[in-house]
């Protein structure tokens, strides 16, 4: 401390013309989103503003609490390449698919701080064979896919935890039941992801549009950094593992074949494999993410509880459309937690037309060459 003071005075001898004043530190910089301090808006803050009739004062303070395990687990997952976190747990899930230790630890971090939080009643997650009862007078079911992509953490590419928020139907002095899950995705309370790409990006709708919030990790807040996001107009990119292509039903090759077309959009494809990623940069550019239903996999891969109905609702709210290739995916009552469904999520356009093409429309015929057409 005295030194630094000392070397104040050195400098100061140094360069006279630099009075005490100017020796004052600048203000911080500001974090992301605001070109001044005081322009910053913090989620809290965001959620606070919102009226009590939309977002209800417990349900904020749930998102706080998914908050903040996001912030522990984007920490985590910024250390998983020094730690024991990249590799496999050497446990299978109840969808005999391998759990990585980063499933693992972000499942029991949403877990943990929702018990804690005493706002739940119920837990679904894609980690847990069982719903997780919470004791108590908690009025909402988080549901809960708490790392999505994770066969991507080996290769340092972008993951994601998604959730959807539902409020129980049943008496909070009773215990819930079946019917406050297993739910059409249009009563969603809220629904969002947190995204741990080039920084950490928590998207969120209560149902009143679609907002992002940037963590800056220098000052440990999510800051607001993106309001109101539609799907842009022109869309920008398709997303489909193309791979498993010889395995689709008809119309979905037909769809992809029309995306190619010369005359048609044109759209580049990127595929990254997660999800909540591919979602993300759809919904900044513009696209259409599908995992359709394949031979062998006949009800396609994704989940509908914790992944297409959470991603369905997002892309609604943000003037997008979700559905399973015949269904508005908001739509269907889900009959187990673990349930898989075909997925088609984005530019409303391009969805309805390859939901004409599923069902057998030759929509790809003729000259048009906007999705709309
Ligand atoms: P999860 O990591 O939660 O099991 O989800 C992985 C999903 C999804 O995120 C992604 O779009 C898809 O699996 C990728 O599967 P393919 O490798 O078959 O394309
Ligand atoms: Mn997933
Ligand atoms: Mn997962």
Wanted: aromatic share 6%; hydrophobic share 35%.
């Amino acid at each position: 401390m005295l030194r630094l003071v000392t070397d104040v005075h050195a400098d100061h001898d140094v360069h006279p013309e630099v009075t005490m004043t100017q020796f004052d530190p600048d203000p911080p910089a500001p974090p992301v989103g605001a070109d001044t301090v005081a322009e910053l808006v913090t989620i809290e803050q965001f959620l606070d503003d919102r009226p009590t009739e939309s977002v209800p004062r417990p349900l904020t303070s749930l998102l706080y609490d998914l908050a903040l395990a996001g912030k522990l687990i984007a920490n985590r997952t910024r250390r998983a390449g020094l730690t024991e976190l990249m590799g496999a747990s050497g446990v299978t899930n109840v969808q005999g698919e391998e759990q990585k230790a980063l499933d693992l630890y972000a499942d029991e971090v949403v877990t943990s701080l929702l018990r804690r939080g005493g706002r739940v009643c119920a837990i679904v997650s894609e980690e847990r064979a069982e719903v997780t009862v919470v004791e108590g007078s908690g009025q909402y079911i988080v549901v809960h896919d708490p790392m999505d992509g994770s066969s991507n953490i080996d290769s340092n590419v972008s993951i994601g935890t998604i959730f959807g928020i539902y409020q129980r139907t049943t008496d909070v002095g009773g215990p819930p039941d079946e019917s406050d899950w297993l739910r059409p995705g249009r009563d969603l309370a809220a629904a969002g992801y947190i995204l741990y790409g080039t920084s950490t990006i928590l998207v969120l709708s209560t149902g009143q549009g679609v907002h992002a919030f940037t963590l800056d990790p220098e000052v440990g807040e999510f800051v607001l950094t993106w309001s109101d996001m539609v799907h842009p107009d022109e869309p920008a990119y398709y997303s489909f593992n193309h791979s498993s292509s010889p395995l689709w039903e008809q119309g979905v090759g037909d769809f992809v074949a029309w995306l190619e077309r010369p005359d048609t959009p044109s759209l580049s494809q990127r595929y990254i494999g997660s999800a909540v990623a591919d979602f993300h940069r759809n919904l900044l550019h513009g696209g259409i993410y599908g995992y359709p239903a394949e031979t062998g996999l006949p009800e396609g891969k994704l989940r509908m509880v914790y992944e297409g109905a959470p991603l369905a609702f997002l892309a609604e709210q943000a003037g997008g459309l979700g559905s399973d290739g015949h269904r508005r995916l908001l739509d269907i009552v889900p009959t187990s937690i673990h349930q898989r469904t075909p997925v088609f999520l984005g530019h409303r356009a391009l969805v309805e037309r390859l939901q004409a093409m599923v069902q057998g429309g030759d929509a790809s015929s003729g000259e048009e060459a906007s999705p709309e057409s």
